[in-house]
């Protein structure tokens, strides 16, 4: 199945920021906005909700400080104990740098892998480059077009009116 | 005009007064309760004390010791907004313009402190310094210190005198160098104060590398004489730059409750909090850092600087030293939230201050007090009197100039800083 788009062209954030902001008070979708460069206050005025990924975060941290002591306490101090340094076999102070560790090495690695799932990056995906000038010095801002409209000239006028220097379409196939 | 102009009413000026007088009140009391009840007390037992070598503390070696405490705390607050003032100008920050004036006016309580602390020096030297007494190093005395003896070279009285004047000659030239620039970067506007700045910020990050890791040893470290700690100067730094940076943000979140700063928002409130986040932890590494090295070698010279902390009268200050200078402003602080509320900060911050003055109770008590040490009237007199003072000196600085940096080239950037 076809999907149609419509594509608005900006040339400068601050143009970009305040279209946005126009479009959605004019009640239109907006798809996605593509930058060459992370823009400061896209996500607010695209309405874009906070990430929960530093809850994620907070919890592969827990379970990775859980981990490393459990580990420890379990390996030295039950399984196979072992007098080192003449301190206990259960020596806290000793398991404080592993535990850094892996708190560290749980909550990147389980921020990293719940990325990839929660945006569903993986080899075989294929993405749609709307305008390639997009990774250059232009902002893209695509709108979806709903199924059955065929009259363009209305979103055209409306992100023209925005400052858009140029508007396209594109049609992507799913 | 962005100029703001900070006015301090007569009823902040006479709280800080009352904060002196009930500092007074108190210290005065807790100075006759233990003439009087802790006195007779040590009477009795002084047979005992002296035969087995030790004097009991008495009331005035305690009243130096706060003193000491105290001035070392506050110096530490002020020279760290120095620091900050200048870290700043040599990243080419433009975030923190808003809120510069404020550590730039920590700085005012320096020559208050360099004085005092030469005067309690020179006057109670031998009560907080057991390195002072000329005994150690006579070899036909008993008392012979041999490993004390040995390190003459750097700590003796006349040495040690010079390096702290010149410390802080340094640093309160550097202090008027870098404030006097800003103040006329305001009134004559253009750049060339700015690179001018940005120089004398890099002269004074070396001296202050160099002084204050020397300062630590001599004015902390030197207390316990015989132990030596190879971080020990990263440890106090990181102290002191918590509790500076906290002092810092707490000034920031109080005037701004009380309509000032207009233009700072959430997000420099955010970063500050950030700052202070990040150097607990650091604080906490050092710490660590310091412990267990010295936990893990376990030779007796070293670990008794430990075993002291960790005996009766000081465990819980060492527990709770870990608990509300790490645990508690790691949890605190973690989310984004909590870096963007002024309530939450305010109670970090305060937390931290207080945490960092037991911080530095805990370096200087066990070497000095021994076990006779508590927190009593002595203790907390001595605080709020200091607290008052340097409450009086920083507000009376920061009323001086503008709290906005108006000609600042980079108040702009400030201004539409976003996180």
């Known amino acids: 199945m076809n999907k149609k788009f419509?594509?608005?062209?900006?040339?400068?954030?601050?143009?970009?920021?305040?279209?946005?902001?126009?479009?959605?008070a004019a009640g239109t979708k907006i798809y996605d906005v593509f930058s060459p460069y992370p823009v400061h206050g896209i996500d607010?005025?695209?309405?874009?909700?906070?990430?929960?990924?530093?809850?994620?975060?907070?919890?592969?941290?827990?379970?990775?400080?859980?981990?490393?002591?459990?580990?420890?306490?379990w390996m030295l101090g039950f399984d196979w104990p072992m007098i080192i340094g003449g301190k206990p076999h259960i020596a806290i102070?000793?398991?404080?740098?592993?535990?850094?560790?892996?708190?560290?090495?749980?909550?990147?690695?389980?921020?990293?892998?719940?990325?990839?799932?929660?945006?569903?990056?993986?080899?075989?995906?294929?993405?749609?480059?709307?305008?390639?000038?997009?990774?250059?010095?232009?902002?893209?801002?695509?709108?979806?077009?709903?199924?059955?409209?065929t009259d363009m000239s209305a979103l055209n006028n409306l992100l023209r009116t925005n400052g858009a220097i140029e508007v396209n379409e594109k049609e992507v196939i799913k | 005009m962005t100029e703001e102009r900070l006015i301090i009413p007569r009823k902040t000026n006479n709280k800080f007064f009352l904060m002196i007088a009930i500092g007074v009140v108190l210290l005065i009391a807790g100075?006759?309760?233990?003439?009087?009840?802790?006195?007779?007390e040590h009477g009795e037992g002084h047979g005992e004390a002296a035969a087995a070598g030790h004097e009991a503390a008495s009331w005035t070696k305690r009243l130096f010791i706060n003193l000491w405490l105290n001035n070392?705390?506050?110096?530490?607050?002020?020279?760290?907004?120095?620091?900050?003032?200048?870290?700043?100008?040599v990243a080419y920050a433009g975030w923190s313009v808003l809120i510069k004036r404020i550590p730039e006016a920590l700085g005012y309580f320096l020559p208050i402190g360099g004085i005092i602390m030469i005067i309690i020096f020179l006057i109670g030297g031998h009560d907080i310094f057991h390195w002072t007494h000329e005994y150690l190093y006579d070899v036909n005395d008993p008392r012979y210190d041999p490993i004390i003896s040995g390190k003459s070279g750097y700590l003796n009285f006349w040495f040690f005198l010079i390096r702290m004047i010149l410390f802080f000659a340094l640093w309160i030239l550097f202090f008027n160098w870098l404030r006097r620039m800003s103040i006329n970067e305001d009134l004559h506007g253009g750049t060339s104060f700015y690179h001018k700045s940005i120089t004398v910020s890099a002269m004074f990050l070396v001296v202050f590398g160099v002084s204050s890791s020397m300062a630590a040893w001599d004015w902390v470290l030197s207390i316990d004489t015989h132990w030596y700690s190879t971080m020990f100067g990263w440890y106090v730094f990181a102290s002191w730059f918590v509790a500076g940076l906290a002092a810092i943000t707490l000034t920031v979140v109080f005037l701004k409750q009380n309509g000032y700063l207009k233009m700072v928002n959430a997000n420099h409130l955010h970063d500050l909090g950030k700052f202070v986040f990040a150097f607990s932890i650091f604080?906490?590494?050092?710490?660590?850092?310091?412990?267990?090295?010295?936990?893990?070698?376990?030779?007796?010279?070293?670990?008794?600087?430990?075993?002291?902390?960790?005996?009766?009268?000081?465990?819980?200050?060492?527990?709770?030293?870990?608990?509300?200078?790490?645990?508690f402003p790691f949890l605190v602080l973690m989310t984004r939230d909590a870096k963007r509320q002024m309530i939450m900060l305010k109670i970090v911050m305060i937390a931290i201050l207080i945490g960092h003055w037991l911080d530095f109770y805990l370096m200087m008590m066990p070497g000095t007090m021994r076990g006779d040490a508590g927190i009593g009237f002595i203790e907390i007199g001595t605080t709020l009197i200091f607290l008052g003072v340097f409450l009086l000196v920083f507000t009376k600085g920061l009323t001086k100039a503008s709290l906005v940096p108006a000609n600042h080239p980079f108040l702009e950037e400030s201004i539409h800083h976003h996180v």
């Open chain 2, 283 to 327: 604080w906490t590494y050092i710490w660590f850092s310091q412990f267990m090295l010295i936990w893990y070698a376990n030779i007796p010279e070293e670990s008794i600087y430990f075993l002291e902390r960790l005996g009766p009268n000081y465990k819980w200050v060492f527990f709770v030293n870990l608990l509300v200078n790490f645990v």
């Open chain 1, 93 to 149: 102070p000793a398991f404080i740098p592993v535990t850094f560790e892996l708190t560290v090495l749980f909550s990147a690695f389980g921020m990293v892998i719940t990325f990839f799932i929660v945006q569903r990056l993986r080899p075989s995906l294929k993405v749609n480059v709307f305008d390639k000038r997009s990774t250059d010095d232009k902002f893209v801002m695509a709108i979806e077009v709903k199924e059955g409209v």
């Open chain 2, 72 to 89: 070392v705390y506050f110096t530490g607050i002020a020279l760290v907004g120095v620091f900050f003032v200048a870290v700043q100008y």
């Open chain 1, 6 to 24: 419509v594509l608005g062209i900006y040339d400068d954030e601050d143009v970009l920021l305040e279209a946005i902001e126009n479009v959605r």
């Open chain 1, 44 to 73: 607010d005025v695209l309405g874009i909700k906070r990430s929960r990924l530093p809850i994620v975060a907070f919890f592969c941290g827990l379970m990775g400080t859980s981990f490393a002591l459990w580990m420890q306490i």
């Open chain 2, 31 to 40: 100075i006759l309760l233990m003439a009087a009840g802790g006195g007779a």
